[in-house]
């Protein structure tokens, strides 16, 4: 029996395919990242996460005049899913 693992949170911080990899870059290109999966375990909802994004940066933030931080964020514990369990964030608008 051979176990097997993999550190879920380092993927996409390869120093061989990304420049400065643990720095958060939206204009790297070409950004040849995996957060989706690849192959036939790509995920379905990518689609719909990317538009989200895309509503996020071209509708909602030019509106704002700042976005601060309302509290500490809480990053959920697990090596299979990495991200955000809560991001208290505070808007501005213009």
Same mark, same amino acid.
């Given at each position: ?28 290109? &070409? ?7 690849? /192959?036939?375990?790509?995920? $379905?909802?990518q689609h719909?996460? =990317? ?21 500490? &964020? ?7 899913? /990495?991200g955000y369990?809560? $991001?208290?964030?505070?808007?501005? =608008?213009?």
């Amino acid at each position: 029996m051979i176990n097997e693992s993999w550190y879920y949170p380092s993927g996409n911080r390869d120093e061989a395919v990304f420049d400065d990899a643990d720095r958060f870059d939206i204009t790297r290109s &070409p950004n040849p990242h995996i957060a989706f999966g690849f /192959g036939p375990h790509m995920c $379905l909802g990518q689609h719909l996460a =990317k538009l989200e994004m895309r509503i996020l940066f071209e509708e909602l933030l030019p509106h704002l005049r700042s976005v601060e931080m309302a509290g500490d &964020p809480r990053m959920v514990e697990t090596n299979f899913v /990495g991200g955000y369990k809560a $991001l208290p964030i505070r808007f501005t =608008k213009n």
